[in-house]
């Protein structure tokens, strides 16, 4: 049937759908197609496991579950279903000689919220410049994050699952079209994160090309989890199961439904956590190693860097121009901690290493750089969104563009500062007003987000903007190279 696609993938067969761009082109959209195994039951906190072959007609018309988790957007338990982990993929063609570049984006929500779905990342927009673009679910919070320093959970679940993933991508996505010799993946925030992530594994390997990581790296202060084992049996006791043999509490969590296993951040919190930084604290660990085990990330995400020895692709880089506003809520009420505490500012990868006093005169030493001898108001929105941005996304941005740029032949290093009617963060969380672009807003300017769809109608003239920042991104996919000949 014309409508209904149907293609051969190693696992089996699968049907999606013929729909239609703006502009009247035809596109191909396959979605919801398992990429691993359902991590239920025993395999709930372990690594993936291959998809399992099917014999049907599997339909790939709509997406597949989103995993439990805590909506950082909607501010709600999204109950979702464990068995989550699919992908989606949408291509302009099906000729399996096309060779076309893929992109695979990694959604972000600090690891704790998101999934792939089109409702934020529409393919309309990029698809028109000839690219296949991908995107999937991944394990979130402690279902995907859980470390006991044991060969059965060694941490970062959620991680192999994007691994996972690319290997899926390796070995399907030329049936789609798509040429499994440039790969792009790319993402922002905790996506961004994972991206910076998934060039220093070894587990990863061979398996993109390209990277483009939007506001976020692997050596930010909330990317990395320093203490996993102790917040693991933090986790028990906020549960009911007071233990500290891992076993014991592996068996105890698994026995839980999954909805007793979500938004258990703010509970196992330090009080320095809960205090100064974001509200992100189940991330990748650096992992034991345990026998064959495949390890995502065996050394400290820094030194990988420094020493070179990853996978030094073609990589963008970069921040919007006020990306701490987004943090403005929920700093705000806690002044009164920072003017009384300024050590409260000093970067956690230093914090740990000094005294008490040095963190104290440390952070003196912050406070007067950014706003003197006086205390910050609520009313200096402008100074904090600046020393937000600065701690949590400018400085390790820079560091890492510095760190990749001693390896990576081609790395490109943006800054983001349009402001139009598409920017949505400020009026959705009713932030106050400040002069630059918040963290997240240029997605809208990426993807064709549901969220913005009358927007997108009623000012085509933004549709320049669009067309400028797809074709950047997609021109690097396309040549490593980040130009636009025209507009």
Request: glycine share 6%.
């Amino acid at each position: 049937m014309k409508h209904s696609p149907i293609l051969n993938l190693k696992e089996g067969k699968v049907r999606g759908r013929i729909r239609k761009l703006d502009n009247g082109k035809e596109f191909y959209s396959f979605k919801g197609i398992p990429y691993a195994q359902p991590p239920v039951g025993s395999l709930r906190f372990k690594a993936p496991l291959p998809p399992k072959p099917w014999s049907h007609v599997l339909d790939a018309a709509e997406h597949g579950a989103t995993c439990p988790q805590w909506d950082m957007v909607a501010l709600k338990f999204r109950k979702g279903e464990e068995n989550c982990l699919f992908i989606n993929v949408y291509t302009p063609t099906l000729q399996t000689d096309s060779k076309l570049p893929v992109m695979v984006y990694i959604h972000e929500g600090g690891f704790q919220s998101g999934s792939g779905n089109e409702r934020m990342y529409g393919p309309n927009f990029l698809i028109r410049h000839d690219v296949i673009l991908v995107t999937f679910n991944y394990r979130l919070e402690l279902l995907g994050l859980l470390c006991l320093d044991t060969p059965e959970v060694p941490g970062n679940a959620g991680m192999k699952d994007m691994v996972a993933a690319l290997r899926w991508v390796q070995n399907n996505i030329k049936q789609f079209g798509g040429d499994p010799d440039n790969v792009t993946i790319f993402g922002e925030s905790g996506g961004a994160v994972s991206v910076t992530y998934l060039m220093l594994s070894p587990m990863a390997q061979g398996l993109f090309h390209k990277a483009i990581a939007q506001s976020g790296s692997c050596i930010a202060d909330y990317a990395i989890d320093v203490n996993p084992v102790q917040r693991a049996f933090r986790v028990g006791k906020v549960l009911g199961k007071d233990t500290t043999d891992p076993y014991e509490l592996l068996t105890y969590l698994q026995s839980l439904p999954a909805e007793k296993l979500l938004y258990l951040t703010l509970k196992t919190a330090t009080k320095r956590e809960k205090l100064g930084g974001l509200p992100i604290v189940f991330t990748p660990v650096v992992e034991k190693r345990f026998g064959d085990n495949e390890v995502f990330l065996p050394e400290d995400p820094l030194d990988i860097m420094l020493s070179g020895k990853y996978n030094p692709v073609p990589l963008i880089t970069g921040y919007t121009s006020s990306e701490g506003a987004v943090t403005l809520n929920d700093v705000i009420p806690k002044l009164d901690f920072i003017n009384n505490c300024p050590s409260l500012l000093v970067p956690k990868d230093i914090y740990i290493k000094i005294t008490e006093d040095k963190a104290l005169e440390f952070g003196e030493r912050i406070k007067q750089f950014y706003w003197g001898d006086r205390d910050l108001t609520a009313d200096d929105v402008e100074i904090i969104a600046d020393l937000e941005s600065d701690i949590h996304f400018v400085m390790a941005t820079y560091r890492t563009a510095d760190y990749f740029s001693k390896y990576c032949k081609h790395t490109f290093l943006y800054r983001f500062d349009l402001k139009t009617e598409l920017n949505w963060i400020s009026k959705y969380f009713g932030l106050p007003p400040v002069k630059g672009v918040p963290h997240v807003d240029e997605l809208f300017y990426i993807f064709s987000s549901e969220l913005k769809r009358d927007t997108y109608d009623k000012h085509p003239e933004l549709h320049k903007y669009v067309y400028l920042m797809t074709k950047l991104w997609t021109n690097f996919a396309k040549t490593r190279y980040l130009y636009v000949s025209h507009l």
